[in-house]
C-alpha cells in the first residue's frame, strides 16, 4: 500500500460512511443557494475588510517552506497548539488526540549513591484550558475522553488505585489492591485498566558512569522486581492478579500495557536493540506477538494507526535542524509505505497525522526539540508546543501524556 491508495481508501471509506440523503435533499440545497447567493453581496465589504485585518494580524506562510511556525495559538483544522510555550501551559491537541497531562522529572537523593526518581505532573483543567500542577501523584494514566484519570500515590508502590474526576479534581473511588502497584494503562476503550506490581519502587536510582566518564544517576536494577499485573474492570473495581516472575531480560520499571484488542498485554525488555518487546498472555504465559503488533517499537509510543492499517516505527533519518524523518510501515509485514516527519512519533491524531518531537537543534549541538503534527504524504509540519531547551535534563524536560478526547 503506498501513499495514493491510502489516501484514497480513506476516501472510499469516508463516502460508504455517510448516509443516504432523504426526501427533499436536492430542494434543501437549492434552497441554501438561494439564500446565499441573495447574501453574497452584502457582504462583501465586510469579507474585504476581515481580510486586510487578517492580513495585518497573522504573518504570511510561505508555501515553499517545510515548517508551519505561526507565532501565538493555532487553532484550525482540529489543532490547537501553543507554539511559543514550553513547558505549555494552555490546552494543546490535535484531531482525535490531546495533551491530557505532563509530568517533570527529578531525581531526590537518599544517600551518596542512592536515590528515588519523583514525577510531578501537571493536568489539564478542562474549565480554564490550562495545565495545573498536582504533587499528589506519583503516577498517572489518563483514560479516552478526559474525564478520569487514574492515580498512584506517593511513595510507589502502593496498595491503592484512585479514580480521579478531571473535571473536580477529586478522588471519585479507590480500588484496594493485595500487590504493591507502580504502573498503570488503560485500554483502547477505557472500560479495564491494566495496574504493573512491583516489590520495590521501580523509580529507584543509583549513581551511575555516564557517557563522558562523570557521574549521574541512573536505573538500579538491583533494587526492584515486577511482579505481575492487575486486569481490572473499571466500572466494578473487580479484577484479578496475574504474576509474571521478572528475569534477567527484564528492566527495573517494566510497565505492562494491553495490546490493541485488550487480549494480551506487552512490555519492553533489555535487547539487542532499544523497544523490544515481550507480550503475555493474560494467564502471564510469554507468547508471540499478535500478527499487527509484531513489528512495533515500545520506544515509539504511536504504534498503531486508528484504522490499524499503519505502524508507525522508529527515526530513520535526521537530514538538519528541525527535519527529521520516520518510518511507517505495514504493520503486518513490517515493509516501509513511506516515510514522514518526526523524530519521534508520539501519538496519532487521525489515520494521517500524528504527534511528534522534531528537533530544533543542531546535529553537533545537545538534543532539543518541539511537539509538532506531521501528515502523511506531506513535508509540512505544523508546531503545537515551543521548543523543549533540555530534553535530557531531570530538572527542566517535561513528558507529554496523551489521550484520546
Known sequence: MNVEELVRDSLRELAVAQPPAGPGFADRVLAVRRRRRARRLASVAAATAAVVAVAVAVPLLDSGKSDVRPSGAVQRDGITGHPDQSPPREFIAAGRTALAAYYTWRTVPLTDD??????????????????????R????????????AAVLEQTLPVRRIGL??????????WIPV????????FSQDGTRLLATTYDANPDAR????????????????????????YDIDVASGEGTWTGVASGSDTLPRADFSYSRTGG?????????????????????????APADERYLRTDVEARLSPNGRLAALGLTREVAPGK??????????????????????????????L??????????????????????????????????????????AWQPVFARR
Do not use: C
Open 206 to 229: 543509583a549513581k551511575v558512569r555516564n557517557f563522558k566518564g562523570g557521574w549521574g544517576w541512573g536505573p538500579a536494577f538491583t533494587t526492584s522486581g515486577r511482579t505481575g499485573f
Open 164 to 173: 480521579l474526576d478531571l473535571a473536580t479534581r477529586k478522588v471519585e473511588r
Open 137 to 148: 501523584w506519583a503516577f498517572v494514566a489518563v483514560a479516552p475522553g478526559l474525564r478520569t
Open 355 to 396: 504527534i511528534a518531537w522534531e528537533r530544533a537543534s543542531g546535529l553537533d549541538e545537545p538534543y532539543r526539540a518541539r511537539l509538532v503534527l506531521v501528515t502523511i504524504g506531506s513535508d509540512r509540519t505544523v508546531p503545537l508546543s515551543g521548543v523543549q531547551k533540555e530534553m535530557y535534563d531531570d530538572l527542566k
Open 264 to 288: 494480551q498485554v506487552y512490555a519492553q525488555v533489555i535487547g539487542d536493540r532499544d523497544g523490544k518487546q515481550q507480550f503475555y498472555g493474560l494467564d502471564g504465559g510469554r507468547i508471540a
Open 178 to 185: 493485595g500487590h504493591g502497584v507502580g504502573g498503570l494503562a
Open 324 to 353: 527529521s524523518y520516520s518510518s511507517i510501515r505495514d504493520p503486518r509485514t513490517g515493509k516501509e509505505i513511506t516515510k514522514v516527519r518526526g523524530g519521534n512519533l508520539l501519538a496519532w491524531a487521525d489515520d494521517r497525522r
Open 114 to 135: 542512592k536515590g528515588v526518581g519523583v514525577r510531578t505532573y501537571r493536568l489539564l483543567d478542562q474549565a480554564t484550558g490550562t495545565y495545573v500542577k498536582d504533587p
